[in-house]
């Protein structure tokens, strides 16, 4: 659904040859493209350059999670990753990766924010770490990004000179009767100030795929009082609509046939800012 609706805004930028082999080239669970698949595909596609985007599970390595650290059964999938991007190079293929998770060198355990990101950084070198609301977005987002397409210092002095564009605040992609919460403070590091206490609020915390997080319950920074009803107010959270504007995406882009409100919330928590 997605790749068909960005086919139809963008059809000279992905023509249909772009997408021949979409899905169907490789397994879509990482641990089944084994070697021999990939070395067989690389044969088939001798002087192509690969590019490779991931982002590898970050349940047991964020704060919000369990927290069970590197060695957790869903986080061994990076070694996969790296599997794969090791078996390109063997093969003098010519790739480029960028790959995401959660800035976890800010976690408060120590095995994490220092072992664990030490072991990755060891794997795939130093990460960009970028927080979204830095560059429009209505919702924090702080993550890193690992890549070979360009030194990290670099990247990371250049969007120090990023300026977010002035005037977003949340109030934009909610109706009158639906109100964010004011700003007590401002965002403290390692987030982007973005929020300033006597302003709208520029950014909510970091949209979660599952509903319920302890900064979107009643009265948190992001909940949202609906007075649609005067007689009987409720406490929300941000809904699938108004989340992907936030984030940068059109209205509608997680609609489809079958997908339920709370799922297209899902798919939005574990998506990167547009």
């Not at 044969?43 to 970050?58: E, I, K, R």
Request: proline share 7%; hydrophobic share 40%.
């Amino acid at each position: 659904h997605r790749v068909r609706t960005l086919q139809q805004q963008y059809p000279q930028l992905l023509p249909q040859s772009a997408l021949r082999d979409s899905f169907t080239a490789l397994p879509s669970d990482v641990v089944a493209v084994d070697n021999g698949r990939l070395v067989s595909l690389i044969c088939q596609h001798l002087g192509t350059p690969w590019l490779v985007v991931a982002g590898f599970p970050c349940q047991d390595l964020s704060a919000a999670g369990p927290s069970r650290g590197l060695a957790a059964a869903r986080t061994q999938l990076l070694y996969q990753l790296v599997r794969i991007i090791g078996t390109l190079q063997q093969c003098s293929v010519d790739v480029a990766y960028v790959i995401e998770n959660v800035a976890f060198q800010h976690h408060i355990k120590p095995q994490i924010a220092q072992h664990d990101f030490q072991q990755v950084c060891s794997m795939i070198g130093t990460p960009v770490e970028l927080d979204a609301a830095a560059f429009g977005s209505l919702a924090h987002r702080l993550r890193n990004y690992w890549t070979n397409l360009q030194s990290s210092r670099r990247i990371q002095a250049a969007a120090a000179l990023v300026s977010r564009p002035p005037g977003r605040n949340v109030q934009q992609v909610l109706s009158s009767s639906r109100i964010h919460m004011p700003v007590a403070r401002a965002d403290q590091a390692p987030f982007y100030t973005a929020n300033q206490p006597g302003l709208l609020r520029s950014a909510w915390p970091t949209l979660m795929s599952r509903p319920g997080s302890y900064a979107f319950r009643p009265g948190q920074p992001g909940s949202i009082l609906d007075i649609s009803n005067a007689a009987s107010p409720l406490w929300t959270e941000p809904s699938a609509a108004e989340r992907e504007q936030a984030m940068g995406y059109s209205v509608g882009t997680t609609q489809a046939v079958g997908v339920t409100e709370q799922q297209r919330c899902q798919l939005l928590g574990q998506a990167i800012d547009a």
